[in-house]
Every structure is written in structure tokens, then in C-alpha cells.
């Protein structure tokens, strides 16, 4: 419909200038510019060429007056590099213009390149073998999630291995941030209790990769805050759904890291990572299991398959995952993605508690589905950007800028450009 709408646009304006010049008195004159006030050139109208050869116009230029270059800008080509010339075309390449640029700049060597870039694509991995070796048997839940994303994220991050570290070199990373929380909750909730800002103090110095006694200070008052707000008044927020005695039980509960063992979930596909806290209920034999998280995101997946994965390692002590949740340390939720486990008709399924999209019930086997959904597209080597087929997906991703020469290849241009 955009598309139609345009190319009406475009046909108006096309008769719009055949009946200026058509009903012109005297003369006719077009004025165009060819650089910017700063000097830096301007790719020509694509319709300069038809107008001039058609219309045998005399060609008057005017240095720049005003401009930091003074003088003519000679031929666009002369006046940018080979270079810059050849970005600046490339994005009409495969458009109506590129034939009239090509023969204006002896683009040939350029669209030679093109032609080769742009053949056909299947975004996929062909040495399987060597594949799945790197990728081998055993996921955490965010590279699960990432692939699940973007399967294009998940080459970049994890098979070529182009995943971007940021600089933090005062304050802390993200993810050291969440690893001084998680100690500091461990300690408080495990029975050091008041002394938890001892234990801050300790952790954030062993994280902070700066000494200075100012970065020190900031960060612990502001780590402090949170913490402080989390233990006396987030903490006692229940979440729904959640009947029971509880009390802290385990912290930072790990399988498949640092020598645990892995927890099968599919036939060949293990899963590794750290389920913050384990709480008990004695009188049920029931887990809660609670991630905390910084701020309002989690997805319900991660609790689904850290519930599995409490059920066997918990196994033998006859305990079994009757609820979860995600506990923010900041924002206005304090509980999301609340959820009970239930039996219905022999299966297992997850309860969420609703509101705004969130609700809903997983069962055992749509979370097994998801999984090897997963797992089959990694190990088939299918990677395709998912900008190709879903936009809006892309805005937070760390390799936006990419996202232009996916979508440029399939003849979109640049019109994602930010
Ligand atoms: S920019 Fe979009 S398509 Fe590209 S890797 Fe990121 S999410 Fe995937």
C-alpha cells in the first residue's frame, strides 16, 4: 500500500514537471547543488542526466560563496575519493539509477564486487561436523534465548565469536554489578544477616576495577541504596501464587559450571547455569525457585528450564519445584512472571500469573518444544538474521549496523538507516 502510494507520488510529480516545462514562457532554469554548505558533495539528481540530454541545456556552475570551500566542486568524482564515491553509489545498486551511475563513473569494478557480494545467501553453516563440535551439548539459557532472538546474534556472539565487550573502566559492568548483588543476598539470606554491608564492601572491591576511593564511595552508595530497599521492603512482597512456608535454602545453585554436573533436558542437550535461591517448603516437599534480576526483564523460559533442572538435582532428597519467580531489585514490579507448577492429565504445566501479556501456561512439552527447536536449527546451521523476517527486532541489538547490509542485499537499500 506504502509502496502504491508512493509511486503515485512519484508519477504526480513526474507530470508536475512535464507541464512546468511544457508551459514554460521563456526559459527554463534548474539550479541544483552540488556539494553542502561545508563543501561535501552531493550525489547528482538520478534525473539530471535525461534532463540535460533531452533538454539541451547550457550548463552554468557557481563557485560557493558563503561555504568553507571556496570555489567550483569539479566532477563529483574528483571531488571524493574512489572510495567514498563507491559507498555513496553502492546503495543504488540493483535500483532504477545504478545503469545511468555505472556508465557516469565507471562503476564496472564496483558492480563486479557487488554482483559477487550480493549472490545468493543461505545464511547457513555447511561443515556440520566442525559446527557441532564448537557448539557442543551443553547451553545456558541465554545463549538458548539468544538464538531464539536472532539466529544471526547468535553466529556472531558465539561461533565467529564477534561478541563486543563495553568498556566500563570506572564503574561496574553489568554483570559484575549482578554478581556483587548475588553475593551480598547469598550472605545476607545464608546467616551473616546485619554484616551484609561488609560482605558489599568486600564484593564491590573485589569487582571494581578502578581503586579509586571516589569510584568506591559512588558505587557503594548506590549499590547500598538498592540492596537496602530490596532486604527491608521488596523482599517481603509476595508473590502470587506462592502458598507455603518457604525459607532460604540454597544460593547460586549451579549445574554444569565449575565441575557441577549438567542437567539433561532433551535427549543430547544439556543445560548449564546458576539458579540464584532455592527456597523449602519442609511440610510439602516443595522448592520455590527465585531469580532476582536488576531490572524489569526475564523471560519465563529461563524459569521454566531452571525448574527442570531444580526438579533432578533435587531429586534424590524427594523435593520438586512447585513455584518460582523473578524478583526485580529495581522498577516499580517488584514479583514478575510468578508461576505454580501443576499436573493436568499427566503432564506438567506452568502456571504464569497474567497481566499484560505475561499470564499463560507452558506445559512440559511445549518447553521441551522449544528447546529443540533450538537445538535442531544450531546444529543444522541455519543462521538467518531475523531482520529478513521480522522488523522492530533489531533495535536494542549490539549489531545493528549490520543490519544494513543484510536488509541492503535484499534490495531494501538503506531505508532503515538510523
Ligand atoms: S541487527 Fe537484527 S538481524 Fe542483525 S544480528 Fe542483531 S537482531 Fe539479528
Redesign the pocket.
Known sequence: MLQDLLLTREKQQRLNLYLSITTAGEAIHFTLPESTIEGEPILPSPYLKDILDSSGATVQRRGLIAGKRQGLIPELKDAMSRLELDVAASKYFKGPFWPGLRERFGLQRLEASLIDFNREFRWEVKDLEKLRKHLGQTFSFSRLKSYD??P??FF?SYVAGLDQKTDHIFELTPLDEGNVYHAVLRDYFSGKGEEWEGSLAENLTKHLLHDSSVVFKFEFARLREILLDYITIRESKRPRLMSGEYYPFDFEKAFGLSGTARVEVIPGVYLRGKIDRVDLDETSDSIYIIDYKRGNSGDKEQLILYSLAADTLFADSGYTVAGGVFKTLTGTTVNRAAFKVETVNGERVWRFVGGRGEGGDWSESDALAWVRGITEGLYAGKFA????SQSG??FN????K??RV?TWRDGKEFADEE
Open positions: 532472538d536472532c544471526f546474534l556472531l538474521p531475523v531482520c529478513l527486532k533489531c541489538c549490539r549489531f545493528k549490520m543490519k543484510a
